[in-house]
């Protein structure tokens, strides 16, 4: 079974920026698609972005549209999410995960599409 690690969260002022990065251990990373989520407060876990296993298709919500950008380093098993431009409810803690089938081309943004998750990573923005 695959462990993921982020890292890269903190505390940070509205219009700032921060990168978070997931580091997989494993053989197979380029085999699987990749996504972070993001769980706020009372709110259920959204799906802001997501990589398919090439890199060549992205997928991210619209609240964050514009602002991230979500890459990945296949030879050091590594995903990126580059924020800018943070707003206070883009506060939440972050999540990166793995698809459950290495078979898909595509960048899935449904959370039942993962199957491995990391243990979060804090992102909080002040106003």
């Known amino acids: 079974q695959v462990q993921l690690v982020e890292s890269g969260g903190g505390l940070v002022q509205a219009g700032g920026s921060l990168r978070l990065s997931c580091a997989a251990s494993?053989?197979?990373?380029?085999?699987?698609?990749m996504g972070w989520f993001r769980q706020a407060p009372g709110k259920e876990r959204e799906c802001v972005a997501a990589?398919?296993?090439?890199?060549?298709?992205?997928y991210y919500a619209d609240s964050v549209k514009g602002r991230f950008t979500m890459s990945r380093d296949n030879r050091n098993s590594t995903v990126y999410l580059q924020m800018n431009g943070l707003k206070p409810e883009d506060t939440a803690v972050y999540y990166c995960?793995?698809?459950?089938?290495?078979?898909?081309?595509?960048?899935?943004?449904?959370?039942?599409?993962?199957?491995?998750w990391g243990q979060g990573t804090q992102v909080t923005v002040s106003s």
């Open positions: 995960a793995r698809t459950a089938q290495s078979s898909w081309s595509y960048a899935p943004r449904s959370e039942l599409r993962y199957e491995d």
């Open positions: 990589i398919s296993r090439s890199g060549s298709t992205t």
């Open positions: 494993g053989r197979t990373f380029s085999s699987y698609a």
